[in-house]
Antibody, heavy 120, light 111 residues
Framework: EVQLLESGGGLVQPGGSLRLSCAAS????????MTWVRQAPGKGLEWVSA????????SYADSVKGRFTISRDNSKNTLSLQMNSLRAEDTAVYYC?????????????WGQGTLVTVSS | QSALTQPPSASGSPGQSVTISCTGT?????????VSWYQQHPGKAPKLMIY???KRPSGVPDRFSGSKSGNTASLTVSGLQAEDEADYYC???????????FGTGTKVTVL
């Protein structure tokens, strides 16, 4: 059974940093691209960042480019999102999701999400 | 990258059909056959319902169907059931620079 479990969310002050993790199990992690999607309270979904299966290709939404860094450790089946220079508008539930195969394919498995709150 | 446009709400009685539209541009919906639809119940993670415009993942009832014409994609839910009441989001691949864009979301109510 595919499982994705996010962790690392919490309350952080504006300008601060946070690192999210996503532990994957139940599939051959390195064979699949991974993505982060976020959802602000009461709002819609927003794609944040994606990484290829080998980790050699990454992409970011304009809203987080230069502030967030996606990475993966295929030896530990773990996806990460390093978030720096956080702003109030980054407050959201962050989901990790696996692509069906490559980064051009949709997201077929999702974690339960982890809440990030940016506030003073 | 602007969000794809969906109607805020749609509704139907049990057994009826409801269709949700998703309007983008030639840079996303119209440019690729990579439109997906996700269902999200309150407090839950989204679930993939349709991919590549009209394909259903294993386990998704055939009451759910998708189509596309030009820059507008559509999701139809036939034979509405109480458990279909949820938020629905479309999504499209938008190229190597912007990658993915989601729709604004539609709340489906089963009357």
């Amino acid at each position: 059974e595919v499982q994705l479990l996010e962790s690392g969310g919490g309350l952080v002050q504006p300008g601060g940093s946070l690192r999210l993790s996503c532990a994957a199990s139940g599939f051959t992690f390195s064979n699949y691209a991974m993505t982060w999607v976020r959802q602000a309270p009461g709002k819609g979904l927003e794609w944040v960042s994606a990484i290829s299966g080998r980790g050699d290709s990454t992409s970011y939404a304009d809203s987080v480019k230069g502030r967030f860094t996606i990475s993966r450790d295929n030896s530990k089946n773990t996806l990460s999102l390093q978030m720096n220079s956080l702003r109030a508008e980054d407050t959201a539930v962050y989901y990790c999701a696996s692509h069906m195969t490559s980064v051009t394919t949709p997201f077929d498995y999702w974690g339960q999400g982890t809440l990030v709150t940016v506030s003073s | 990258q602007s969000a794809l446009t969906q109607p805020p709400s749609a509704s139907g009685s049990p057994g009826q059909s409801v269709t949700i539209s998703c309007t983008g541009t030639s840079s996303d919906v119209g440019g690729y056959n990579y439109v997906s639809w996700y269902q999200q119940h309150p407090g839950k993670a989204p679930k993939l319902m349709i991919y590549e415009v009209s394909k259903r993942p294993s386990g998704v009832p055939d009451r759910f169907s998708g189509s596309k014409s030009g820059n507008t994609a559509s999701l139809t839910v036939s034979g509405l059931q109480a458990e279909d009441e949820a938020d629905y989001y479309c999504s499209s691949y938008a190229g190597s620079n912007n990658f993915y864009v989601f729709g604004t979301g539609t709340k489906v109510t089963v009357l």
